[in-house]
């Protein structure tokens, strides 16, 4: 069955250094890859989306690898502020329907310390 | 900027009643969605709404679970006769669809409680 494993443990990083979140993914070809943050409480907000033939996108301080050989992403959020806390969600999409359900992972809670 | 709304914030209800959860999905997106998560639990797919019909649905959408978008601007989730385990925030979602638009859009979400 398909599986999408994200880092459980917080990650916790001091004020300006890079913070490097980890999506693994099994018995799936998504057609590509997106990126939310889930405030307490709140509905997730989408950050950043990746096509299985991009290898790197960036948004401002955010940036996103995917390996396909590796069935992997990476999500790094540099010069991280307090207001980057917050639990990031990977979530793959469909491989047949371009505009169908999302199957997200549990999400990794990152806490940025002053 | 444009958002998806959701009512009520936070329902209660006690076990085998009704409930409908509302969304008011953005207004030039076309295709919708209703997720849910437990609490401490991940997002999970419910259904997914295109064309006036429903396009996907999960193993959690079963015949208590139906969707509707009764008017140009609302889409609900209305569940049967709920469950303890049916207690968890449900989040309607929306994409514009077209191609390259694959991001979807989240609500604020409707707590469920019931008791």
């Known amino acids: 069955s398909q599986k999408i494993e994200q880092n459980s443990e917080a990650l916790n990083i001091q004020e300006g250094k890079t913070a490097t979140l980890t999506c693994n993914y099994t018995?799936?070809?998504?057609?590509?890859l997106q990126w939310y943050r889930q405030d307490p409480g709140r509905g997730p907000v989408f950050l950043l989306l990746?096509?299985?033939?991009?290898k790197e996108k960036r948004k401002e301080r955010l940036k996103v690898t995917f390996d396909t050989t590796l069935k992997q992403s990476l999500f790094h959020i540099t010069a991280s502020q307090p207001a980057d806390s917050a639990t990031y969600l990977c979530a793959l999409g469909s491989p047949t329907d371009s505009w169908g359900k999302l199957q997200f992972g549990a999400g990794t809670q990152v806490v940025v310390t002053p | 900027e444009p958002e998806v709304t959701q009512t009520p914030s936070h329902q209660v209800t006690q076990m085998g009643q009704e409930v409908i959860l509302r969304c008011v999905p953005i207004?030039?997106?076309?295709?919708f969605y209703w997720y849910r998560q437990i609490l401490g639990q991940k997002v999970e797919f419910l259904v997914s709404f295109y064309n006036n019909e429903i396009s996907e649905k999960s193993e959690i959408f079963d015949d208590q679970f139906s969707v509707e978008r009764p008017d140009g601007s609302n889409f609900t989730l209305k569940i049967r006769s709920t469950k303890l385990e049916d207690s968890a925030m449900y989040f309607c979602?929306?994409?514009?669809?077209?191609?390259?638009?694959?991001?979807?859009?989240f609500g604020p979400g409707t707590r469920l409680t019931v008791t």
């Open positions: 979602a929306s994409t514009p669809g077209g191609a390259g638009h694959y991001e979807q859009y």
């Open positions: 990746i096509r299985e033939n991009e």
């Open positions: 207004s030039n997106h076309l295709y």
């Open positions: 018995n799936y070809s998504p057609a590509y």
